[in-house]
């Protein structure tokens, strides 16, 4: 198999009520990549999304995952999905370790029977994503966080190569935001490629590396520090998102220094001056603090 | 007269297994029906199956072919307006169904020559013959076997397509083998309940069941014993009021549901503060 990406080409998708939900959609995703699909509700996230597993079919230019169509790549079982936390029925009668199994559905004969391999795959799926003592759970007794894990080891235990992931963070405490930030990057290291949906701008620098910015097209991807711009998320979200700008506020420039920034459930995306991105902790990130450092000095 | 008196008779016996096949066939796939919220195309397919018996009864083919087909037929006509227009689903099937229903009342009192069709409506378990007998147990066997086989691709289906769609599975089939299983469960319970209380064997061994646990395993064993219970005590109970067996049988239904609902209640208030 050629090496993992995502090809993305001139793609355009209507829907048969004639809506356009995409026009003339283009950007290349390589392996071992956390990459952010930002955009409002209506932008096409979900069509991209629906796209790359086949569920609808562009009516004009190309997706080639891994070098396959993306028909191949649904019976090689490439693509994993981990739904958005609102489209699953929770009070399904089904327990953790049943969701689990469904991701070795696809690797079974058609009566569905696990093999000893089956379980010590989903065994350990639950493990890496720390439910094995949730596993007789039925899936509406867990917390928001736990519930997420579990599809996320459904999508690990699918062996999924390339994972989708809807607004994953809803609902999440900042704990469990972490840890499954933490699982994603190793899950990257691994060469698999992430894609993240979100409307979630603050936390994307959080943890994404690439970035897709789209309305109705994609209008910018790549790398994070170039795409991940005031002017191209204006050009994103128009005039949805919100802004506070410091330079204009009424806080008072007491010390030359003061910036205080309290938000609610969401993450706060912070440019600073010069509009480059502003990150949480500097753990990690020594060589930008130096060069700040050095642009400060001149 | 004796409680087991009812066991001495051969049509007794005959229709308390039958009752008993048809009773698990209903409650396995109505596990399905339940999950899948499909409640209402149940009503809808069986009310749909009316004329699609009455034609295969005037071109003289078996009577459950010409049900399955016109069970299909609302099913598909269901799907196909809602697809092509902006109507509701459910709106589509209230006007489908009662128009197919409507059509076959039309046929049925035209052609009455003989009182076999009544049969369908309100059932006749313990006057069925030979044919019917037959016919039923084969369209029953042949459900359950193929619920049996795919039981948990179409548990996946219904819990989440999107999922089931990504590991290769065609969902789109499964959509239409799970409406032609429902279209053969149908055909399997008509003579034992008829056509108009049928709804009530797919729906309540599933709720009944669904009320007492939350795995899906067990709902499938707890739904087949509540409604195998309910059919065989409807059916004994018929013996001794002299007829009704459909309405018996689904009247032990709901309330081995009543039952279940009491319980769950009790249970719920005992765990939470």
Redesign the interface.
């Known amino acids: 198999m050629p090496s993992l990406s995502i090809d993305v080409a001139n793609v355009t998708v209507a829907y048969p009520n004639g809506h356009t939900a995409l026009r003339d959609a283009s950007f290349h995703l390589h392996q071992g990549v956390i990459a952010a699909l930002v955009g409002i509700n209506g932008s096409g996230k979900s069509t991209l999304f629906k796209s790359l597993m086949g569920f609808v079919k562009p009516v004009a230019g190309t997706i080639s995952i891994a070098g396959n169509t993306v028909e191949q790549a649904r019976k090689l079982k490439l693509v994993a999905y981990v739904p958005q936390s609102e489209e699953v029925d929770w009070t399904f009668p089904v327990s953790v370790w049943d969701v689990v199994m469904m991701g070795r559905y696809g690797h079974m004969n058609f009566l569905r029977i696990a093999s000893a391999e089956d379980k010590r795959i989903v065994n350990e799926s639950l493990a890496r994503v720390g439910m094995t003592d949730f596993r007789d759970r039925q899936i509406g007794e867990l917390s928001g966080g736990q519930k997420k894990r579990v599809f996320l080891a459904r999508a690990l235990a699918q062996n999924g190569q390339i994972i989708l992931l809807d607004e994953p963070f809803t609902g999440v405490d900042v704990t469990t935001e972490e840890a499954i930030i933490a699982l994603l990057r190793s899950l990257r290291d691994e060469g698999r490629i992430i894609l993240v949906s979100t409307h979630n701008l603050g936390s994307v620098p959080e943890f994404c590396d690439h970035v897709v910015l789209v309305n109705r097209t994609v209008l910018a991807a790549g790398p994070l520090e170039e795409v991940f711009t005031e002017d191209n998320l204006n050009r994103a979200f128009g005039g949805v998102l919100r802004q506070f700008h410091f330079e204009q506020s009424t806080i008072q420039d007491h010390d030359g220094k003061t910036v205080k920034l309290v938000t609610d459930d969401e993450r706060p995306l912070v440019f600073g001056k010069g509009g480059h991105l502003e990150y949480k902790d500097r753990q990690g990130r020594e060589d930008l603090v130096e060069k700040r450092q050095k642009e400060a000095g001149e | 007269m004796n409680w087991l008196d009812p066991l001495r008779y051969s049509f007794m016996t005959e229709a308390l297994m039958v009752s008993a096949l048809v009773g698990t066939v209903c409650a396995v796939f109505s596990c399905y029906l339940v ?1 899948k919220g499909w409640s209402l195309m149940g009503d809808a397919i069986s009310h749909a199956v009316l004329p699609g018996v009455v034609v295969a009864y005037l071109v003289g083919i078996p009577l459950p072919v010409g049900a399955f087909a016109a069970g299909l037929l609302c099913a598909t006509a269901t799907g196909w307006i809602k ?1 092509s227009t902006r109507i509701k689903e459910d709106t589509v099937m209230g006007i489908v169904f009662t128009g197919m229903f409507a059509f076959g009342l039309v046929l049925f009192t035209k052609v009455e020559t003989d009182a076999h069709l009544s049969h369908i409506l309100f059932g006749n378990i313990l006057g069925i013959e030979r044919d019917d007998l037959i016919q039923t147990v084969i369209a029953a066997v042949v459900t359950l076997g193929i619920v049996l ?1 795919m039981r ?2 179409l ?2 289906f ?3 397509t ?8 065609n969902t789109t089939m499964l959509h239409y083998v799970l409406l032609a299983l429902l279209s053969g469960t149908i055909v399997a319970s008509m003579q034992a309940v008829g056509i108009i209380l049928v709804v009530a064997m797919l729906v309540t061994p599933g709720c009944t069941a ?1 009320l007492l ?4 395993d ?2 499938l064993i707890l739904a087949t014993a509540s409604s195998v219970i309910a059919s065989c005590l409807g059916v004994y109970v018929s013996f001794f009021v002299n007829g009704a067996t459909g309405a018996c049988i689904v009247l032990a239904q709901a309330l081995l549901f009543a039952a279940a609902f009491l319980w769950h209640q009790r249970r719920r208030s005992r765990f939470s503060v």
Request: net charge positive; glycine share 4%.
């Open positions: 999950l697809a086989a948990k691709d548990m996946l219904c819990f989440d999107a999922h089931a769609r990504a590991i290769g599975l669904r646990t939350d795995r899906f067990r709902m």
